[in-house]
């Protein structure tokens, strides 16, 4: 699906991968034991909003309006306020929204296309609150998909799609 994601074996792919988690899904959910779990991609708001978004065109947009506010800021600041102006005003009004929402825009793109996404590799892989825990919090099963947010000492941290975080084991999870 990586290295070719528009061909017809990662749309094969894709829909199997949706048939492994709603099986699992629906297996996680017959387990009064394991609640508070979530099987699937990762995903959280940023992601919902911003993850078709690629970050160098939002970059590039965002920089135009910026550089369009300036230029109407310094030509109202050239031609002072009289009537006449009264259109570059409203350009600089525009402008400034648009520079703000672009701003954002890129911010988030620029932070999903950073995410570094892993997948639990080892069924039944623990869940440790801390690095020091002896016991898991919760185990997860082979295949999930985890945001992985750093590395120590041989253990991984990761967040869910749920939200909850905690460490696995670097031999449990692999990272493409």
């Known amino acids: 699906m990586k290295t070719a994601p528009h061909s017809s074996a990662a749309d094969t792919a894709q829909v199997n991968a949706e048939r492994v988690r709603a099986a699992l899904n629906r297996k996680q959910g017959e387990d009064p034991q394991k609640e508070g779990f ?3 991609r990762y995903h959280d708001a940023w992601i919902a909003t911003l993850g078709w978004l690629s970050p160098l065109p939002a970059a590039i947009v965002f920089l135009s309006f910026w550089t ?3 230029v109407s800021l310094g030509l109202l600041r050239l031609l ?3 009537p006449r102006t009264r259109p570059l005003r409203w350009l600089a ?3 400034l929204i648009a520079t703000l929402l672009t ?3 890129a911010f988030g793109a620029a ?3 950073s995410y570094r996404i892993g997948v639990v590799v080892k069924d039944q892989a623990g869940l440790l609150d801390d690095v020091a825990s002896a016991e898991p919090s919760m185990n997860l099963p082979e295949g999930l998909e985890v945001r992985v947010l750093d590395s120590r000492g041989g ?3 990761v967040r ?3 939200g909850r975080e905690g460490f696995v084991s670097d031999r449990s999870i692999g990272i493409p």
């Open 38 to 40: 979530i099987f699937g």
């Open 68 to 70: 369009v506010l300036f």
């Open 80 to 82: 002072g306020h009289t």
């Open 93 to 95: 009004v525009a402008a």
């Open 103 to 105: 701003g954002l825009a």
């Open 111 to 113: 932070r999903v296309a």
């Open 155 to 157: 253990f991984t941290r």
């Open 160 to 162: 869910l799609s749920s």
